[in-house]
């Protein structure tokens, strides 16, 4: 099946720092993937969704300024925590979409193992 | 608004079966997704219904009502691993995911 990987699994930074997080695509091109954030038992929450070429589209509440996000290729997208605070410590995950399948399975989303982000 | 409602935890029996319940209000349907997560892990894809009726793939099963906006997972013949958070997400008019709060099955031997 289609492989995404993140990088770093998990970062330690201090208040105030940025941090990069990648989400690859390995053996599938992906226009379109997903950032998600989830606390502590709670189920995921998007925060923006990447397309290639263009500037993301983010959710309600998430401030794009603060989460910027980089789509420059077919199989990378990286979010970057501007100004971490303590309350930014979560746990991200990206997803991707394979859309060189066909039909509506092609919108199934494959997962990253997400990066754990703990903000001093 | 759009709503996913599952149970916030179940416990069940090892060797035993087990169904976690989902109901939905979306604007529009694309789908309905099931996810397994374990703790500090990303969601691993189980199963995708778009069609009434049941999906079976081994010790799983999927059902699907779009009438009735419901969806079941079976899992049959429980092992220890199957302890994890169960996802309910719903593909709505937008091909967006709706994500519900996750079901925490707790597998006791």
């Known amino acids: 099946g289609a492989v995404v990987s993140q990088h770093p699994s998990w970062v330690i930074c201090k208040s105030g720092t940025s941090v990069k997080i990648e989400c690859r695509s390995l053996d599938f091109q992906a226009t379109t993937m997903f950032w998600y954030r989830q606390f502590p038992k709670q189920s995921l929450m998007l925060m923006a969704t990447?397309?290639?070429?263009?500037?993301?589209?983010?959710e309600q509440g998430v401030e794009k300024d603060k989460f910027l996000i980089n789509h420059a290729s077919l199989t990378l997208s990286t979010l970057t925590v501007t100004s971490a605070h303590p309350e930014d410590s979560s746990f991200y995950i990206c997803s991707a979409r394979d859309q060189s399948t066909s039909g509506s399975f092609s919108y199934e989303q494959y997962f990253g193992p997400g990066t754990r982000l703990t903000v001093t | 608004g759009q709503n996913i409602d599952q149970p916030t935890e179940m416990t069940a029996t090892e060797g035993a079966i087990v169904q976690i319940n989902c109901t939905y209000q979306?604007?529009?349907?694309?789908?309905l997704f099931w996810y397994q997560q374990h703790a500090g892990e990303a969601p691993t894809f189980l199963s995708y219904?778009?069609l009434d009726g049941l999906e079976e793939k081994g010790r799983f099963s999927s059902f699907l009502s779009r009438s009735k906006g419901y969806s079941y997972l079976l899992l049959k013949e429980l092992q220890m691993k199957d302890s994890a958070s169960y996802l309910c997400?719903?593909?709505?008019?937008?091909?967006?995911?709706?994500w519900g709060a996750g079901t925490k099955l707790i597998i006791k031997p």
């Open positions: 979306t604007s529009g349907f694309n789908g």
């Open positions: 997400a719903v593909m709505d008019s937008n091909y967006q995911l709706i």
């Open positions: 990447s397309n290639e070429g263009s500037k993301a589209t983010y």
């Open positions: 219904n778009v």
